[in-house]
């Protein structure tokens, strides 16, 4: 199973963000989960993503931003 705990914290996988930075690091956008991830590396600031799975949380991250900044379907709307 992918969850891990931790001083009574859960690592839930499906929580977990990701995006491209320098290179072919990956940069975690869930630092919260980071802290439990035995696959994250401390690095400044933030986590690197070492997971096996990083791609596909890339993937997932891109699929939800494309959701929020899409704009609204205005063929439905009503212009009386």
Same mark, same amino acid.
């Not at 891990?4 to 914290?9: D, N, P, S, W």
């Not at 630092?31 to 986590?47: D, H, I, K, T, V």
């Not at 939800?64 to 009503?78: A, E, G, N, T, Y």
């Given at each position: 199973?992918?969850? /891990?705990?931790? !001083?009574?914290?859960?690592?839930?996988?499906?929580?977990?963000? !990701?995006?491209?930075?320098?290179?072919?690091?990956?940069?975690?956008?869930?630092?919260?989960? !980071?802290?439990?991830?035995?696959?994250?590396?401390?690095?400044?600031?933030?986590?690197?993503?070492?997971?096996?799975?990083?791609?596909?949380?890339? /993937?997932?991250?891109?699929?939800?931003?494309?959701?929020?900044?899409?704009?609204?379907?205005?063929?439905?709307?009503?212009?009386?």
């Amino acid at each position: 199973m992918e969850n /891990e705990t931790h !001083a009574g914290k859960v690592f839930e996988i499906e929580k977990c963000r !990701a995006k491209n930075g320098a290179g072919d690091l990956v940069n975690c956008l869930a630092p919260e989960q !980071a802290q439990l991830c035995r696959n994250s590396l401390p690095f400044g600031y933030g986590y690197f993503c070492k997971h096996p799975r990083r791609k596909e949380f890339i /993937e997932i991250t891109e699929k939800l931003r494309s959701k929020l900044i899409s704009p609204p379907d205005v063929s439905q709307s009503d212009n009386q």
